[in-house]
């Protein structure tokens, strides 16, 4: 199946969830039009661009969604309709925002300086959490297949408060993070602040000019711009 295909195909799924989604809304929820029922919508605007709309072209992504705006009672609703489609359109064309001039900001450059050029997958971790030791073990076998790309890494941090030197360093060893920081108490606090992370894991997709294209990631979503960049290897080797 042609990749235009797969990606219609995507967009057909999304609205007819969308059908259902809001025959449940009113039949069985008893919802009109009204501020509960654009929250509802509005949330489906935030999950929809995920894994279904992530490849659609921007004219199709723009007309679904002015689709669901115009369908908005609240005019509040309607202007965060508009702010969250400029950020699923900045994501879908790869443009990122620059890091901030602060501390921080230096900070988490000086970070990805050595893997300039590269899309980044950043893992904010502790060994004493449990989903994030349990997340880098089912991710053991994507980083082995990748290792040696050109085109990205996988860039892992915590700190001491939340990584004991001793069980960090087995651990790292055990699951070969080529690319682990550990850095101080003091600076994982800083990237916490600039990353707005108020649990972990958090992930994060910095692209190849050392923006930061999604700061509120999820794995799945690095193995779609895995993907992505995968495709436009091949388009360009087939040329």
């Known amino acids: 199946?042609?990749?235009?295909?797969?990606w219609i195909t995507g967009l057909e799924k999304v609205m007819k969830l969308d059908k259902m989604r809001d025959s449940i809304a009113q039949n069985?929820?008893?919802?009109?039009?009204?501020?509960?029922?654009?929250?509802?919508?509005?949330?489906?605007?935030?999950?929809?661009?995920?894994?279904?709309?992530?490849?659609?072209?921007?004219?199709?992504?723009?007309?679904?969604?002015?689709?669901?705006k115009v369908s908005l009672y609240d005019?509040?609703?309607?202007?965060?309709?508009?702010?969250?489609?400029?950020?699923?359109?900045?994501?879908?064309e790869g443009k990122g925002i620059p890091l901030p001039g602060s501390y921080a900001g230096a900070l988490f450059k000086k970070l990805i300086a050595p893997y300039a050029g590269k899309m980044i997958f950043v893992d904010f971790?502790?060994?004493?959490?449990?989903?994030?030791?349990?997340?880098?073990?089912?991710?053991?076998?994507t980083r082995d297949k990748y290792k040696d790309s050109k085109d990205f890494v996988?860039?892992?941090?915590?700190?001491?408060?939340?990584?004991?030197?001793?069980?960090?360093?087995?651990?790292?060893?055990?699951?070969?993070l080529v690319n682990s920081v550990y850095v101080s108490s003091d600076d994982y606090r800083y990237l916490r602040e600039l990353f707005g992370i108020y649990g972990i894991p958090r992930y994060a997709i910095i692209n190849q000019e050392g923006e930061v294209l999604n700061s509120r990631s999820e794995p799945h979503e690095f193995m779609l711009e895995i993907n992505k960049l995968n495709y436009l290897n091949r388009s360009s080797t087939s040329l």
Not at 35 to 52: E, G, S, T
Not at 75 to 86: E, G, H, T
Request: glycine share 2%; aromatic share 12%.
């Open 1 to 6: 199946m042609p990749d235009s295909e797969l």
């Open 28 to 68: 069985e929820l008893y919802l009109t039009n009204g501020k509960i029922y654009d929250l509802i919508r509005l949330h489906r605007l935030i999950a929809a661009f995920d894994p279904d709309l992530r490849s659609v072209s921007n004219d199709s992504l723009i007309s679904y969604f002015e689709t669901i």
């Open 75 to 92: 005019s509040s609703y309607r202007q965060q309709a508009d702010i969250i489609m400029k950020d699923a359109l900045r994501k879908n």
């Open 125 to 141: 971790w502790a060994t004493t959490c449990g989903s994030c030791v349990w997340d880098i073990q089912q991710m053991r076998a």
């Open 154 to 176: 996988f860039l892992f941090v915590t700190s001491e408060d939340e990584s004991p030197k001793r069980i960090y360093e087995v651990f790292v060893r055990k699951q070969e």
